[in-house]
């Protein structure tokens, strides 16, 4: 490293754990957030649009611009997730925002922010893989100012959407098989590290009872995430950063341990609709000796995360 930061720009469907990630995002010393675009995921995109621009108001971010993009999926209808409340925000009834989004569309933010950036930008996906496809499609262009793309999305294991299925891959899977032929670099942040990074209690508290708004907001926000799935919130018990760890890997990369491997996306309809099926396999199986090899993405997949580094990481960085 040069000791530059990087530039980065995050595309969310703020929720929960985006609005964690974005909170670490503005300010972490290491990284220029240049833009942040938005897609229709754990709410619609129009609360998504609000609920960006609140946090980074409540962060004191400088104005980053914000753009509005997909409402729904490439094929599929939009599917909430109810896991974030109505808002998409814990509905913790935070103040409407008094910044406006850009005059533009995500994907034309996207291709303008990517192709002025002095240094190749570092994409951070932490919703549907919506608008990164659509730009992919559009403006094959940016992937020569692209320097890698980490996206929270995918598992090797279990999903959470459906048994084996993400929810940010499943919500809309042929974005995210676009995604894997962008021809650059990519990193899967999934399930198999999302799950493990996790705020105690104390520090829980701690943030909560700051004076300063947005390291405060990191407090109520992680208040409203359960540490682990399946349990119901509670107040000022363990939160798991989510999506933010996502951006922890682009500022701390030597915090996860991941494998080049090919991945590819289930597509037909049925119960494996949206997994990413990720092949640890030392060699060939019949099915390549008899039918022949299929060309799959490489992907460096996240297999193990240090835990207590990116939690340390995080209090750090949103307490600045």
Known sequence: ??????????????????????????????????????????????????????????????????????????????????????????????????????????????????????????????????????????????????????????????????????????????????????????TMYGLDVFRQVVVDSGEVHRLRASGEPGTRLAGELLAHRPAHQGEPPQAEEAGGLGDAGAVCAVADPQGITTRLLPVEVSLAPGPTRGQTVVDRRPGPGESEIHEGGRERALVDVALEVDAGRYAKLYLETVAR
């Open 1 to 186: 490293m040069d000791g530059q930061p990087i530039p980065v720009i995050i595309d969310c469907d703020t929720g929960v754990d985006d609005a964690l990630a974005l909170l670490f995002a503005v300010r972490h010393p290491g990284l220029d957030l240049r833009a942040v675009t938005c897609v229709a995921g754990n709410t619609d995109v129009d609360g998504v649009v609000r609920n960006t621009l609140t946090v980074l108001e409540q962060a004191g971010a400088p104005d980053i611009p914000v753009a509005r993009g997909a409402e729904r999926p490439l094929l599929e209808p939009a599917r909430p997730a109810p896991v974030h409340g109505v808002d998409g925000m814990g509905d913790l009834g935070l103040p409407a925002p008094t910044r406006t989004p850009v005059a533009v569309d995500a994907v034309t933010l996207l291709r303008r922010e990517i192709l002025a950036s002095p240094r190749p930008v570092t994409l951070i996906p932490t919703a549907p893989l919506t608008n990164i496809a659509l730009l992919l499609r559009t403006h094959p262009e940016v992937t020569r100012n692209i320097e890698r793309i980490v996206f929270m999305g995918g598992a090797v294991a279990t999903g959470n959407a459906t048994p084996v299925a993400e929810f940010n891959v499943w919500h809309d899977p042929e974005a995210a098989a676009i995604l894997l032929t962008a021809g650059v670099p990519i």
